[in-house]
Nanobody, 123 residues
Framework: VQLQASGGGLVQAGGSLRLSCSPSGGTFSSWAVGWFRQHPGKEREFVAACNWSGRNTYYADSVKGRFTISRDYGQNLVYLQMDALKVEDTAVYYC?????????????????WGQGTQVTVSS
């Protein structure tokens, strides 16, 4: 299974973007899905995750109240709605999937990773 992250781009501070994650060659309806990001020169960090049902969601403190992770089972997509974007949200964003359904913030829980999509927030 390959994951495809899309929806990145350039936006002004205070604006919004919606990222999408989809699997090619399969479905991830029973898997947990997470979003991570990597700032230039820094290690990858956790952003948000949801379990297989979408009922349990987890967020990094830095994005809580501004980002929302959700699932669309009909479209086989996971979204990351990003509102009130800040310059410090600028990063490459990756989606990842965990077959065991655990997900959460631990990178080692995830089995599959997408290629990343660039989000740039200008001041």
């Amino acid at each position: 299974v390959q994951l495809q992250a899309s929806g990145g781009g350039l936006v002004q501070a205070g604006g919004s973007l919606r990222l999408s994650c989809s699997p090619s060659g399969g479905t991830f309806s029973s898997w947990a899905v997470g979003w991570f990001r990597q700032h230039p020169g820094k290690e990858r960090e956790f952003v948000a995750a949801c379990n297989w049902s979408g009922r349990n969601t987890y967020y990094a403190d830095s994005v809580k109240g501004r980002f929302t992770i959700s699932r669309d089972y009909g479209q086989n997509l996971v979204y990351l709605q990003m509102d009130a974007l800040k310059v410090e949200d600028t990063a490459v964003y990756y989606c990842a999937a965990d077959r065991a359904g655990l997900g959460r913030s631990r990178e080692s829980n995830y089995d599959y990773w997408g290629q990343g999509t660039q989000v740039t927030v200008s001041s």
